[in-house]
């Protein structure tokens, strides 16, 4: 490919430019900014913070190709860079609990993986099924249950290639059964702290037991499961009025040592959590001991690991953390008085609102300055509201657009809106439905 010197000149240029002015900032702001360096740091904080929701809110930077890891390791490195944060403050607002759970979890992920789980459960279930409602009554439960004691973005990853197989085998419509996959694996993932990366951060942040939150959430990610079959049923109801036989190939690969080895982990872990262990010991502990194998390379292993999840998270926590220091919190404070928000209906808005804006990781970090310590209904309503709020848009959850983008590599297109006439108002009622529940219970 041959590329002109011009389509050469303007992405440097640009990037020139910009490195340019960000020394330029820097240099005035160390020594010209110093007289009212309260000031300073809230503006540059700001700007940062605006720069980094505007990056998570597109996916991606409208300039540079820069990605929500990229933004927040930039947002990050400012934040010490301006004298915000020292090295130290940025290391201490990491939360080590959150990132170790996450990268655990991926780990036994990984394994279930590598040892054909999900190919198992495909082979195990599917062929006993007949009938397209039955198909999807079956992958509407497969995805909530398992995304509910495994991390919702993984088990779309993996689980979406077995749907699309078993449609195109069976000469079915895939669409419905997509947006199964997407929206169950939001609404399951809501009723614990194992089942997506912001209720994971709920999770370490709190004081909340997860039992106590399971016993809480549980009956609305039921209920909401119930609600999504229904609600495709009836928008696809021809589609879904087909009968097949499906066969399951003899020639699929089951490692079944590894395979019952990483389940038993799996549960010992859940098992150990929900009795009062630290998640991070027990969770950690198990991938320590799945990473003891003598039949599976590390490597492989670690290529399912999403490192820029981790990265992301990192990097949000030194952001957040430095729009605290800088004084900017109090700032919105003055527009958001907290007062106000202890108010269960008007923080469950703010939650739905923030999540479908900037990501629901970013609102997760911003909205919990507004918990106190012994209000736990509200660190409640805040992780199962920010999980539903997945399903409004297609943008609502990084869930949702692996589906689409798995579907896509396949040649299957599915459109915003035919998400949104199913997500939006099956989003809308449970989140209402769910607000009445946290105040009857409260």
Same mark, same amino acid.
């Given at each position: 490919?041959?590329?002109?010197?011009?389509?050469? #000149?303007?992405?440097?240029?640009?990037?020139?430019? *910009? &490195? @340019?002015?960000?020394?330029?900032?820097? %240099? /005035? $702001? =160390?020594?010209?900014?110093?007289?009212?360096?309260?000031?300073?740091?809230?503006?540059?904080?700001?700007?940062?913070?605006?720069?980094?929701?505007?990056?998570?809110?597109?996916?991606?930077?409208?300039?540079?190709?820069?990605?929500?890891?990229?933004?927040?390791?930039?947002?990050?490195?400012?934040?010490?860079?301006?004298?915000?944060?020292?090295?130290?403050?940025?290391?201490?607002?990491?939360?080590?609990?959150?990132?170790?759970?996450?990268?655990?979890? #991926?780990?036994?992920?990984?394994?279930?993986?590598? *040892? &054909? @789980?999900?190919?198992?459960?495909?082979? %195990? /279930? $599917? =062929?006993?099924?007949?009938?397209?409602?039955?198909?999807?009554?079956?992958?509407?439960?497969?995805?909530?249950?398992?995304?509910?004691?495994?991390?919702?973005?993984?088990?779309?990853?993996?689980?979406?290639?077995?749907?699309?197989?078993?449609?195109?085998?069976?000469?079915?419509?895939?669409?419905?059964?997509?947006?199964?996959?997407?929206?169950?694996?939001?609404?399951?993932?809501?009723?614990?702290?194992?089942?997506?990366?912001?209720?994971?951060?709920?999770?370490?942040?709190?004081?909340?037991?997860?039992?106590?939150? @399971?016993?809480?959430?549980?009956?609305?990610?039921?209920?909401?499961?119930?609600?999504?079959?229904?609600?495709?049923?009836?928008?696809?109801?021809?589609?879904?009025?087909?009968?097949?036989?499906?066969?399951?190939?003899?020639?699929?690969?089951?490692?079944?040592?590894?395979?019952?080895?990483?389940?038993?982990?799996?549960?010992?872990?859940?098992?150990?959590?929900?009795?009062?262990?630290?998640?991070?010991?027990?969770?950690?502990?198990?991938?320590?001991?799945?990473?003891?194998?003598?039949?599976?390379?590390?490597?492989?292993?670690?290529?399912?690991?999403?490192?820029?999840?981790?990265?992301?998270?990192?990097?949000?926590?030194?952001?957040?953390?430095?729009?605290?220091?800088?004084?900017?919190?109090?700032?919105?404070?003055?527009?958001?008085?907290?007062?106000?928000?202890?108010?269960?209906?008007?923080?469950?808005?703010?939650?739905?609102?923030?999540?479908?804006?900037?990501?629901?990781?970013?609102?997760?970090?911003?909205?919990?300055?507004?918990?106190?310590?012994?209000?736990?209904?509200?660190?409640?309503?805040?992780?199962?509201?920010?999980?539903?709020?997945?399903?409004?848009?297609?943008?609502?959850?990084?869930?949702?657009?692996?589906?689409?983008?798995?579907?896509?590599?396949?040649?299957?297109?599915?459109?915003?809106?035919?998400?949104?006439?199913?997500?939006?108002?099956?989003?809308?009622?449970?989140?209402?439905?769910?607000?009445?529940?946290?105040?009857?219970?409260?």
């Amino acid at each position: 490919m041959n590329i002109r010197a011009g389509d050469k #000149m303007k992405p440097f240029m640009q990037e020139f430019i *910009a &490195g @340019f002015i960000l020394i330029m900032v820097l %240099v /005035v $702001f =160390t020594v010209g900014g110093l007289s009212n360096l309260h000031d300073a740091q809230e503006l540059v904080a700001g700007l940062i913070l605006l720069a980094t929701l505007i990056v998570f809110t597109l996916g991606k930077s409208p300039v540079f190709r820069v990605d929500r890891a990229g933004m927040s390791i930039i947002g990050a490195s400012l934040m010490t860079a301006f004298g915000i944060l020292s090295l130290e403050e940025a290391v201490q607002a990491i939360d080590a609990k959150t990132i170790v759970v996450l990268f655990s979890l #991926m780990v036994v992920v990984s394994n279930l993986k590598l *040892a &054909g @789980f999900f190919t198992y459960i495909g082979k %195990v /279930v $599917f =062929t006993h099924i007949h009938t397209g409602k039955t198909l999807l009554l079956a992958v509407i439960f497969m995805s909530g249950i398992l995304s509910s004691i495994v991390i919702n973005d993984i088990v779309c990853l993996l689980f979406t290639p077995v749907v699309i197989m078993i449609c195109l085998k069976v000469k079915v419509n895939p669409i419905p059964y997509l947006l199964a996959v997407a929206m169950a694996s939001n609404i399951g993932s809501a009723c614990t702290f194992i089942g997506n990366p912001q209720n994971v951060l709920i999770g370490s942040l709190s004081q909340v037991p997860a039992g106590e939150y @399971f016993l809480s959430a549980a009956p609305i990610s039921f209920l909401g499961l119930i609600m999504l079959y229904l609600a495709i049923s009836f928008k696809y109801k021809n589609d879904l009025s087909v009968s097949f036989e499906y066969k399951s190939d003899n020639n699929s690969i089951i490692h079944k040592y590894l395979l019952s080895k990483t389940i038993i982990v799996l549960a010992l872990v859940i098992i150990f959590y929900l009795v009062g262990f630290d998640l991070s010991l027990t969770a950690s502990f198990g991938a320590a001991f799945l990473l003891i194998n003598a039949r599976i390379k590390p490597e492989r292993v670690y290529e399912d690991i999403d490192f820029n999840l981790l990265i992301m998270f990192i990097g949000l926590f030194i952001i957040i953390a430095g729009v605290e220091k800088s004084g900017l919190l109090d700032l919105i404070n003055s527009f958001l008085p907290p007062e106000y928000m202890k108010e269960i209906p008007l923080f469950s808005v703010m939650a739905i609102v923030l999540s479908n804006i900037v990501s629901n990781v970013p609102a997760v970090l911003l909205l919990r300055y507004y918990i106190p310590v012994d209000e736990q209904i509200l660190w409640q309503a805040l992780a199962l509201l920010s999980t539903i709020a997945g399903n409004l848009t297609v943008f609502g959850s990084i869930a949702n657009l692996i589906v689409i983008e798995i579907a896509k590599k396949q040649g299957i297109k599915i459109t915003s809106r035919q998400y949104l006439k199913i997500g939006f108002p099956l989003t809308i009622l449970l989140s209402i439905i769910s607000i009445v529940w946290f105040e009857f219970i409260n």
